[in-house]
């Protein structure tokens, strides 16, 4: 059918955050509806609309740390930490 291509396929993402990201953002865990071939930082946008990406924040797909331009899939669960401060 014409037009089919520029259909946007739905994913869920399930999103968490930890320590003191969790604390300031007041948010434990998210199931979030996202776009297809968001990447983690898109993701964080849609997530944590009122805050930016911090720069050094550590972001985790299905327990594998990965950079925030990764993208993401269907059914991926998303960590994100905040940076470890100190030797």
């Not at 930890?18 to 898109?42: K, M, Q, S, Y």
Request: glycine letters at 6%.
């Amino acid at each position: 059918a014409p037009g089919h291509a520029t259909q946007v396929f739905m994913m869920r993402i399930q999103v968490r955050f930890f320590a003191a990201l969790r604390e300031r953002l007041g948010v434990a865990e998210r199931l979030l509806t996202v776009p297809d071939n968001i990447t983690v930082a898109e993701l964080w946008s849609v997530a944590v609309p009122e805050q930016p990406l911090p720069d050094n924040v550590l972001a985790a797909r299905n327990m594998e740390y990965v950079k925030v331009d990764c993208p993401l899939a269907d059914g991926d669960e998303v960590a994100f930490f905040p940076p470890v401060t100190g030797g």
